[in-house]
């Protein structure tokens, strides 16, 4: 099939290109999130000859600490890292992430040459990406009540067109933070709940 | 109508479906059951001639138990093979269209199930999906989708082959009153 070129000079991500369909999850229980406590990297491999493009990313919070007497709030934000220049660097402490086919037939993701991972504990990790971060959502809840869960979603409505779906090209990643409000660090308690999923398209 | 695939080679508009289907389940526990235990299991059976197709999935988790300072309760979804869940309570599975033909998942070698299951010689892939709701006081619900298949999109379902099949397992160990309603929707093609 001819290669597609909009006015702009995009090259169209048909779905003709699609190699397949792909999801993740995981579930962390901090015992101290903190700002900036990078918890997800999810990196398209540097050198790969895919385009990711992410449909949706949902799950839910939850804190069952020691509720806090000041108010403190404690969340994440996700973000891009490469749309105005390189990762200078991947998460270091981490477990990896398994990559499931949704559909068994489908090459295996290319995501598993990649260094995506999750940490148990943010704070573990430092600040190891230096490049400037596109901040695209937040979600927060408080720590002055215990027995708190809040869901949430973040649903790229139309996916099979190419204006939308959170497009990473390679060396481009998806970053998870955790970020506090009013203290410089979250209560033991607070936990992430999170599913990722993706297609994989071929570069045209 | 000519098929046209996608570049791994699936109809990009697939064939209509031989039917589609829901179930619900629910269940409260009254024990300490294990940590990975599956108490909702699904599985298209070896017998089966079609694919199952999951649209959707989503419910509520539910805690009226003795709250439990600092400890969380949690669900995982995980596709399996190789084995059928056994023991439990067999659930209905409903024609969404009564014209429909029944379920490939009532086959006699397949289950759907609620219970704290017996799952022997089954091959477990990764969890895809976690939920949790904080134990540190009582009265609690937390809902969940898993919304495979958003609107306009061709392709995108979680698919079962043809003796794979999708569990629910306790993600951390249960303290009585944790309870799960979850409700599954699916085509078969």
Same mark, same amino acid.
Not at chain 1, 7 to 36: C, E, S, V
Not at chain 1, 147 to 172: A, T
Not at chain 2, 86 to 96: D, H, Q
């Given at each position: 099939?001819?290669?597609?070129?909009?006015?702009?000079?995009?090259?169209?991500?048909?779905?003709?290109?699609?190699?397949?369909?792909?999801?993740?999850?995981?579930?962390?229980?901090?015992?101290?999130?903190?700002?900036?406590?990078?918890?997800?990297?999810?990196?398209?491999?540097?050198?790969?000859?895919?385009?990711?493009?992410?449909?949706?990313?949902?799950?839910?919070?939850?804190?069952?600490?020691?509720?806090?007497?000041?108010?403190?709030?404690?969340?994440?934000?996700?973000?891009?890292?490469?749309?105005?220049?390189?990762?200078?660097?991947?998460?270091?402490?981490?477990?990896?992430?398994?990559?499931?086919?949704?559909?068994?037939?489908?090459?295996?993701?290319?995501?598993?040459?990649?260094?995506?991972?999750?940490?148990?504990?943010?704070?573990?990790?430092?600040?190891?990406?230096?490049?400037?971060?596109?901040?695209?959502?937040?979600?927060?809840?408080?720590?002055?009540?215990?027995?708190?869960?809040?869901?949430?979603?973040?649903?790229?409505?139309?996916?099979?067109?190419?204006?939308?779906?959170?497009?990473?090209?390679?060396?481009?990643?998806?970053?998870?933070?955790?970020?506090?409000?009013?203290?410089?660090?979250?209560?033991?308690?607070?936990?992430?709940?999170?599913?990722?999923?993706?297609?994989?398209?071929?570069?045209? | 109508?000519?098929?046209?695939?996608?570049?791994?080679?699936?109809?990009?508009?697939?064939?209509?479906?031989?039917?589609?289907?829901?179930?619900?389940?629910?269940?409260?526990?009254?024990?300490?059951?294990?940590?990975?235990?599956?108490?909702?299991?699904?599985?298209?059976?070896?017998?089966?001639?079609?694919?199952?197709?999951?649209?959707?999935?989503?419910? +509520?988790?539910? !805690?009226?138990?003795?709250?439990?300072?600092?400890? #969380?309760?949690? =669900? /995982?979804?995980?596709? @399996?093979?190789?084995?059928?869940?056994?023991?439990?309570?067999?659930?209905?599975?409903?024609?969404?269209?009564?014209?429909y033909a029944a379920s490939q998942i009532?086959?006699? +070698?397949?289950? !759907?199930?609620?219970?704290?299951?017996?799952?022997? #010689?089954?091959? =477990? /892939?990764?969890?895809? @999906?976690?939920?949790?709701?904080?134990?540190?006081?009582?009265?609690?619900?937390v809902p969940f989708e898993i919304p495979?298949?958003?609107?306009?999109?061709?392709?995108?379902?979680?698919?079962?082959?043809?003796?794979?099949?999708?569990?629910?397992?306790?993600?951390?160990?249960?303290?009585?009153?944790?309870?799960?309603?979850?409700?599954?929707?699916?085509?078969?093609?």
């Amino acid at each position: 099939m001819g290669v597609i070129t909009y006015p702009n000079g995009d090259k169209a991500l048909l779905t003709a290109n699609r190699i397949g369909q792909y999801m993740t999850g995981f579930a962390n229980r901090y015992g101290g999130a903190t700002n900036n406590g990078i918890f997800l990297v999810f990196q398209n491999f540097a050198n790969n000859n895919r385009v990711v493009k992410i449909r949706k990313i949902y799950g839910n919070t939850t804190f069952d600490g020691v509720a806090t007497a000041t108010p403190i709030w404690a969340g994440f934000d996700l973000l891009v890292y490469g749309q105005t220049g390189p990762i200078a660097s991947t998460i270091t402490t981490a477990s990896a992430l398994p990559r499931m086919n949704k559909r068994k037939t489908d090459p295996a993701s290319c995501l598993s040459f990649g260094a995506n991972a999750y940490s148990t504990d943010p704070g573990d990790n430092g600040n190891p990406i230096t490049v400037q971060p596109q901040i695209f959502y937040s979600s927060r809840m408080s720590m002055s009540l215990t027995g708190k869960s809040l869901s949430y979603s973040v649903q790229f409505r139309e996916p099979d067109f190419d204006y939308d779906g959170l497009h990473l090209s390679p060396s481009h990643a998806l970053v998870g933070r955790t970020m506090t409000h009013g203290g410089t660090a979250a209560p033991a308690g607070f936990g992430i709940c999170m599913s990722i999923e993706w297609d994989e398209y071929a570069l045209t | 109508m000519a098929i046209i695939k996608d570049g791994s080679n699936a109809n990009l508009y697939p064939t209509t479906p031989a039917g589609s289907y829901i179930a619900g389940a629910a269940i409260r526990h009254t024990a300490t059951d294990a940590a990975d235990s599956a108490v909702i299991a699904l599985r298209n059976p070896s017998a089966s001639t079609k694919t199952v197709c999951i649209r959707r999935i989503y419910g +509520n988790m539910l !805690f009226d138990g003795t709250a439990s300072a600092g400890n #969380s309760l949690g =669900y /995982e979804f995980i596709r @399996f093979s190789a084995g059928d869940p056994t023991t439990g309570t067999t659930l209905p599975r409903i024609k969404k269209k009564n014209s429909y033909a029944a379920s490939q998942i009532l086959d006699a +070698n397949a289950q !759907f199930k609620s219970g704290v299951l017996t799952m022997t #010689s089954v091959v =477990y /892939e990764s969890e895809f @999906f976690f939920v949790r709701a904080p134990a540190s006081v009582t009265a609690q619900v937390v809902p969940f989708e898993i919304p495979f298949v958003t609107a306009g999109a061709a392709y995108e379902p979680f698919e079962l082959a043809v003796g794979e099949g999708i569990a629910v397992r306790l993600n951390i160990i249960a303290i009585v009153g944790q309870g799960l309603a979850v409700t599954f929707e699916w085509d078969e093609r």
